[in-house]
């Protein structure tokens, strides 16, 4: 007997027949876990239901947590180039100073 190749689609209908996934219009966000209606999530058409995996807060979250990392990485990098360019300039004013 050979296997059957189902779509996502296929998939998702079987679930929902079977009652294992989400109502029709439904999707679960892959960020809190909770079931919510289609139209709170943004578009994406990579995605077999075309919409992200996570809901439009759980996103915003997300987005807010990795701007507030990336702006303490480049916090800390202008600090480390800052204390690097101080000690080369304190070099060159001594050579400049030296008879």
Known sequence: M???E???EQ????ARVAGDGP???TKRCGGCGQVKPATEFSRNR???DGLQHA???CQNARTRERS???TIARTRLVQIHKA???ALYAEELAKLEAP
């Open 23 to 25: 109502p029709v219009g």
């Open 68 to 70: 507030a990392a990336a």
């Open 6 to 8: 189902w779509t996502p």
């Open 11 to 14: 998939r998702a209908l079987v």
């Open 55 to 57: 809901c439009i807060p």
């Open 2 to 4: 050979t296997a059957v």
């Open 46 to 48: 990579t995605r077999s």
């Open 84 to 86: 690097e360019y101080d």
